[in-house]
């Protein structure tokens, strides 16, 4: 959980293997690993959606990786259950595999052998499943850990009552694996409440406060809404198109220019490294961006910036 803790950054591989090519992929494993990069996220999903995407492809470009390069005991590996269509052309998010316990069990091991090493350092329930029992997702996933096949476990897109729940299950038995992560949307902008983005979720004071209570990791995907941020010939999703969000990214760019940064490294940065941080899960698919992320994440904010962003910050000062 320390190493977990203090590493910063994860790169995100949802794309890795269909719309990002395997060389690709590789190069940009390669340079991660090369600046100091340690955690690489992905699922056992990753990407079906994409043409002729099966959910296989982004465990086997990292697997093969590994194999390659020798560098299982230097990187970090979580991957993630329980969004998985079943069956895979069924609508989505209705027929997501979810997370009985023969589901975890099963798919932990199919991700394992993908990536090719028989233990990962955390593994993350995709969202939440109301229909199973809190406690029997918990007892499959808790045997994992207690085999040893898995350092710690956490929750993507969760439920903030069912976190709670899971803590108050695991004070109760010192065998059961409460939530050491919690992974969801994040950026400087904020979507719409109203919006429908099921599965995904984004952060909100009841996860902050989850996570400060219990010592977990934040984590926020998504942190650059797909170069809208910076780039000004990309829209913003519906989801983000607002008044309020208008003024904040107006603001984010004006405090940007000013620093001689761009847009995306003043988000990354102030994201990271608020009174609350929050680890950016980097979706990335050149060397370039990645680099472009990397220093930002380097960046030292002057307070009278970081005023200025938590101004309008959709949760203030984090």
């Not at 969760?158 to 709670?164: E, I, T, V």
């Not at 003043?266 to 220093?295: F, I, K, T």
Request: with cysteine; glycine share 8%; net charge negative.
């Amino acid at each position: 959980m320390d190493r977990l803790r203090t590493t910063g950054v994860a790169l995100g591989t949802m794309y890795f293997g269909t719309t990002v090519d395997e060389s690709t992929s590789r190069a940009l494993l390669d340079r991660f690993a090369e600046r100091g990069g340690r955690l690489l996220d992905t699922a056992n999903c990753y990407a079906f959606w994409a043409p002729d995407g099966t959910g296989e492809e982004s465990e086997l470009v990292i697997g093969r990786w590994l194999a390659a390069t020798g560098a299982r005991d230097e990187m970090l590996i979580a991957t993630k259950v329980g969004c998985l269509p079943d069956p895979l052309d069924g609508p989505f998010p209705e027929s997501a595999e979810g997370l009985r316990p023969e589901v975890v069990l099963k798919q932990f091991e199919r991700s394992t052998e993908r990536l090719g090493c028989p233990s990962v350092d955390l593994y993350l329930t995709h969202a939440d499943d109301p229909a199973t029992p809190l406690a029997d997702t918990l007892g499959a996933l808790s045997e994992l850990v207690a085999s040893g096949r898995v350092g710690v476990v956490g929750a993507s897109n969760p439920d903030a009552a069912r976190l709670h729940e899971a803590a108050r299950l695991a004070s109760a038995d010192e065998a059961t694996a409460a939530p050491r992560v919690v992974q969801v949307r994040h950026s400087y902008l904020w979507p719409d409440p109203a919006a429908d983005i099921r599965p995904q979720l984004p952060l909100d004071h009841a996860l902050v406060a989850y996570a400060t209570e219990h010592g977990a990791v934040l984590q926020g995907y998504s942190p650059l809404l797909q170069g809208a941020l910076t780039r000004t010939d990309r829209e913003l999703s519906p989801e983000y198109r607002s008044a309020e969000n208008e003024r904040r990214l107006s603001r984010l760019r004006e405090l940007a220019e000013r620093l001689g940064v761009t847009a995306n490294q003043l988000s990354l940065a102030w994201m990271a490294s608020g009174r609350v941080p929050v680890m950016p899960v980097l979706g990335v698919s050149s060397v370039a961006q990645l680099d472009e992320a990397l220093d930002g994440l380097a960046l030292e904010l002057p307070e009278e910036v970081r005023t200025q962003l938590d101004e309008l910050a959709p949760l203030g000062e984090l």
